[in-house]
């Protein structure tokens, strides 16, 4: 079974709005919260990350909120872009098991403009 | 920029046959990867390997094998191809020094497995 639950599996937004995708886990082990970025026909390619010593971070219009007691985080695009339009990944990691990724199961996002 | 080559985009197979996928990274990356991608599904690990000669399975390893005879080269084998296995494959590597490295993957190879 999935151990990162994503949602919603497709948005449609418009032009400087805000898209916004949830992901949840189970397992409290993880302790490392990557997002990865997927074009058509590329790779899905890092886009940034959160650990749990911080509940926030924020790299240009994109920024990850962690709430750790509930067990999720979220990834916040702001002013949605055309070039925005993309497949997005949340996944999850543990210190102990360090090269696996657990990923969700992906949101498509649409940006009209 | 690392990068992640795979050698087919496109392939077409029959039931039954065996199928190799290959994949190359330029960067001396210690740790490489194959998932497959199916939607609704995310992306699923089949087999890992952080040597050369050295594996680990997945999440989903069954009807799979790996090779890895060279350290920038990560094969995967479909050994009797079925068409459950029509799918979208990506490989990836990764640094291999560390929690929480970044990973790169190539642009996938789409098998259709008729």
């Known amino acids: 079974q999935q151990q990162v639950k994503q949602s919603p599996q497709s948005l449609i937004v418009q032009k400087g709005g805000i898209s916004i995708i949830n992901c949840a886990y189970e397992?409290?082990?993880?302790?490392?919260f990557p997002w990865y970025q997927q074009f058509p026909g590329k790779g899905p390619a890092l886009l940034i990350a959160?650990?749990?010593?911080?509940s926030e971070k924020k790299e240009g219009r994109f920024t990850i909120s962690f709430n750790k007691s509930a067990k999720q985080f979220s990834l916040h695009i702001m002013d949605s872009q055309p070039g925005d339009s993309a497949t997005y990944f949340c996944?999850?990691?543990?210190?102990?098991?360090?090269?696996?990724?657990?990923f969700g199961a992906g949101t498509t996002v649409t940006v009209r403009a | 920029d690392v990068k992640v080559t795979q050698s087919s985009r496109y392939l077409v197979k029959r039931t039954g046959e065996k199928v190799f996928l290959e994949c190359v990274q330029d960067?001396?990356?210690?740790?490489m990867f194959w998932y497959r991608q199916d939607p609704g599904l995310g992306l699923r690990l089949i087999y890992f390997?952080?040597?050369?000669?050295?594996?680990e399975k997945g999440d989903i390893p069954e009807g799979y094998s790996v090779s890895r005879e060279k350290k920038e080269r990560f094969s995967l084998i479909l050994e009797s191809a079925s068409t459950n296995q029509t799918s979208m494959y990506l490989c990836?590597?990764?640094?291999?020094f560390g929690y929480g490295e970044t990973q790169y993957f190539g642009p996938g190879t789409r098998l259709l497995v008729l």
């Open positions: 996944a999850a990691s543990k210190r102990s098991n360090d090269y696996k990724l657990s």
């Open positions: 990836a590597s990764s640094l291999g």
């Open positions: 397992n409290t082990a993880f302790d490392y």
């Open positions: 960067m001396d990356h210690e740790n």
């Open positions: 390997s952080y040597d050369v000669k050295m594996k």
């Open positions: 959160i650990r749990p010593d911080v």
